[in-house]
């Protein structure tokens, strides 16, 4: 079956679109969706876990415990800075393996996946079975915020050095390591924020590094958070659609940070996906 194409098959803010790719080498690490919702209340009682946890099959995710975020909120004025402390407790669901995780809070539901295969498989589909769970049990009916977070790290044989990514990487990203201090360069960060429209932006951090237990080794991160910020009123296919949207702008973003050479290595292929 092929699916029509729609407004929501278009990258945001004029990014290049392209055809529905599948890459033959991928280097993710970690894919995450997150539907944030309106809510005043900061535990999720276990009945209703339970409930979202029996509707998602107990038997695919063997695994349930209880959870916490924390999270530190920080106000600058011209007075000075205030900081406060918020933490939601819920619960997570997990496969056996747990390589596909499903957090479950007062106001938010998140999907983890650390074996990515293509989107409407490893994300949309979890999301689009948690969400309408999440709602029914939790009378939840307000969204504030849809994100997706794509964490990659480039590795190469040949990486013995940071300068080895000057070449992989475009201008913009690959920063001091293409100048004069390309040869010095032992680590880089780099965190640049972008505005797509009135209500959508996303943060690339990208940045090489040395691997863990080695000193031959440099891998290159491509961290990926999309999002879009605005209060809509839950509707299981509007989320779908904007979520794909914010998926198909992640990658246009991600062949932004990528010379043409190393995404060619990457064996980008068309395959045709069926989305929800």
């Known amino acids: 079956m092929t699916p029509s194409r729609d407004e929501f098959d278009t990258p945001l803010a004029g990014l290049p679109a392209s055809e529905r790719q599948v890459l033959g080498q991928t280097h993710m690490e970690a894919a995450v969706a997150e539907v944030r919702f309106v809510s005043d209340r900061t535990e999720l009682p276990e009945a209703e876990a339970i409930e979202i946890w029996t509707a ?13 975020l924390s999270s530190l909120n920080l106000t600058v004025t011209p007075d000075g800075a205030n900081s406060s402390t918020t933490r939601q407790e819920g619960w997570v669901v997990a496969t056996p393996t747990r390589d596909l995780t499903i957090t479950l809070l007062p106001a938010m539901v998140i999907v983890q996946t650390s074996s990515y295969q293509r989107f409407s498989l490893s994300l949309a589909d979890p999301l689009a079975r948690a969400l309408p769970a999440f709602v029914d049990a939790t009378k939840s009916s307000l969204v504030q915020r849809i994100g997706l977070r794509y964490i990659n790290r480039l590795s190469a044989t040949d990486a013995s050095s940071p300068g080895y990514w000057a070449e992989q990487i475009q ?88 010379a043409p050479a190393f995404v060619e290595g990457l064996e980008p292929r068309v395959e045709e996906e069926v989305h929800s």
Do not use: W
Request: proline share 4%; charged share 20%.
């Open 56 to 68: 998602l099959g107990s038997d695919e995710f063997p695994v349930f415990e209880k959870s916490a």
């Open 171 to 258: 201008p913009e990203f690959a920063g001091p390591l293409r100048g004069m201090l390309g040869a010095l360069v032992q680590g880089a960060h780099q965190q640049v924020q972008v505005r797509l429209d009135e209500t959508a932006g996303a943060r690339i951090q990208s940045g090489v590094f040395r691997d863990a237990g080695t000193d031959e080794r440099y891998s290159f991160l491509v961290d990926l958070d999309v999002y879009r910020e605005q209060a809509m009123p839950f509707e299981a296919t509007n989320c779908a659609n904007v979520t794909r949207q914010l998926n198909r702008t992640a990658l246009a973003l991600f062949f932004q940070v990528l």
